[in-house]
């Protein structure tokens, strides 16, 4: 397993995730959503990351019944809404996803998006008392702009900014420009999601390269020479940046399998050569994946 270091911490994480995005949106596919969970924790994968908007809870509660007598062996993530990021919001949201998850602290705890409502101020203080209590070990953001990032580093006081959960793939490299660098300067963690891309009614968003394209035909090429699929490099691809993890949602053994397989390998510099230039970056700098 590759891990990767959560900010300026000491703790190591799996620098592949389990992500549970639509996890518990159809309690028939309940069973099915634990058992892959499990599989992946056995395998290596021991960092889960869910929300509270997930499925209205149901992806905690799902991810609960998963971990709960496991809860040593994980690193939990999840995500207070942005419509809560009020001071006591965010307290009573921490409180709420506690009990879906049944465990007393979140390892990281992020606020998902940007609130139009509540000052970063009064958001990251409430993280910092959540902290303070022991409910919440570390504290990230989601989808945050450089000024936003400083801002909430500044508001959170002696309390470090570990991570920004963000969208990177082949078709989004936005943030090369500028947010990896501050990042990596300021000791921040990029969790990239998304790492196939989005289907194209999520975000307006490009999805993953349809067979016959060039695009996927050079990344059938280049995974026929590693004995790879061309999901395995893309996902090679974005972990070839240090400081940076991913979060592939795994709904099935057969899902994390495919993902594990990502490892253990490197994409040499002429084929990375090859897949950024028929996905180049964009000068465009928006974190609205």
Same mark, same amino acid.
């Given at each position: 397993?590759?891990?990767?270091?959560?900010?300026?911490?000491?703790?190591?994480?799996?620098?592949?995730g389990q992500g549970t995005w639509k996890f518990g949106e159809d309690k028939q596919q309940e069973k099915d959503e634990i058992e892959a969970l499990r599989f992946g924790i056995e395998k290596g994968l021991t960092l889960i990351d869910t929300a509270e908007e997930y499925?209205?809870?149901?992806?905690?509660?799902?991810?609960?019944?998963?971990?709960?007598?496991?809860?040593?062996?994980?690193?939990?993530?999840?995500?207070?809404?942005?419509?809560?990021?009020?001071?006591?919001?965010?307290?009573?949201?921490?409180?709420?996803?506690?009990?879906?998850l049944r465990t007393d602290r979140i390892d990281l705890y992020l606020q998902h998006w940007p609130s139009e409502q509540y000052e970063v101020s009064e958001t990251m203080g409430a993280m910092a008392e959540l902290v303070s209590k022991g409910l919440v070990k570390y504290v990230g953001v989601?989808?945050?702009?450089?000024?936003?990032?400083?801002?909430?580093?500044?508001?959170?006081?002696?309390?470090?900014?570990?991570?920004?959960?963000?969208?990177?793939?082949l078709n989004d490299r936005n943030i090369e420009n500028q947010i990896i660098p501050f990042a990596k300067e300021n000791g921040i963690t990029i969790m990239g999601y998304s790492p196939f891309g989005f289907a194209p009614h999520v975000f307006g968003g490009k999805g993953f390269p349809e067979a016959g394209t060039p695009e996927r035909?050079?990344?059938?090429?280049?995974?026929?020479?590693?004995? /790879?699929? #061309?999901?395995?490099?893309? *996902?090679?691809?974005? $972990?070839?940046?240090? %400081?940076?993890?991913?979060?592939? /949602?795994? #709904?099935?053994?057969?899902? *994390?399998?495919?993902? $594990?397989?990502?490892? %253990?390998?490197?994409?040499?510099?002429?084929?990375?050569n090859r897949i950024e230039n028929h996905f180049p970056v964009s000068n465009s700098e928006s974190v609205n994946g």
């Open positions: 397993m590759l891990y990767r270091k959560l900010g300026n911490t000491e703790v190591s994480i799996p620098a592949i499925a209205g809870g149901g992806s905690e509660q799902v991810v609960g019944q998963a971990i709960h007598d496991i809860r040593n062996d994980v690193f939990l993530v999840t995500k207070v809404s942005a419509k809560n990021c009020s001071y006591k919001g965010v307290l009573r949201a921490a409180e709420a996803s506690l009990e879906r989601s989808n945050f702009s450089i000024p936003l990032m400083q801002e909430a580093q500044h508001h959170l006081g002696n309390v470090p900014l570990v991570c920004n959960q963000l969208p990177y793939h035909s050079t990344l059938d090429t280049i995974g026929a020479k590693y004995g /790879k699929t #061309a999901y395995q490099v893309a *996902i090679n691809w974005v $972990l070839r940046q240090q %400081g940076l993890v991913t979060i592939p /949602k795994a #709904a099935s053994k057969e899902h *994390i399998v495919d993902n $594990l397989n990502a490892l %253990g390998w490197e994409l040499d510099q002429e084929d990375i």
